[in-house]
């Protein structure tokens, strides 16, 4: 239901966008967020969007260098990243939060659905 696409081999201070197509559901009024794991360690929350789209909240580790955007329209939820560093690289995973979530919500077991992952590499 939830596919994500866009990652790949990209140097330090590159840039890639991150899409996820939702399909079979209706998330419109849910939170969507976007979450990373790295090798050996837990995931972890990277940016979140609230149903309207007006409302947002990032990791500090990437604020200010990726943005989070939904399209409804398209049931599509994008993470643009720019200023990439070698520490972004991870399998990145899109998911859909619980009816009645906030963006306040980072904890992975508040969201229901989950994409398939993207893996996003950074090289020195």
């Known amino acids: 239901q939830l596919q994500a696409s866009g990652g790949g081999l990209v140097q330090a201070g590159g840039s890639l966008r991150l899409s996820c197509a939702a399909s079979?559901?209706?998330?419109?009024?849910?939170?969507m967020g976007w979450f990373r794991q790295a090798p050996g360690k837990e995931r972890e929350f990277v940016a979140n969007?609230?149903?309207?789209?007006?409302?947002?909240s990032y990791a500090d580790s990437v604020k200010g260098r990726f943005t989070i955007s939904r399209d409804d329209s398209k049931n599509t939820l994008y993470l643009q990243m720019d200023s990439l560093k070698p520490e972004d690289t991870a399998v990145y995973y899109c998911?859909?939060?619980?009816?009645?979530?906030?963006?306040?919500?980072?904890?992975?077991?508040?969201?229901?659905?989950w994409g398939q992952g993207t893996q996003v590499t950074v090289s020195s």
């Open positions: 969007i609230n149903w309207s789209g007006d409302r947002t």
């Open positions: 998911a859909v939060g619980r009816v009645g979530g906030s963006v306040v919500h980072r904890l992975t077991l508040l969201y229901d659905y």
């Open positions: 079979g559901r209706d998330f419109s009024s849910r939170i």
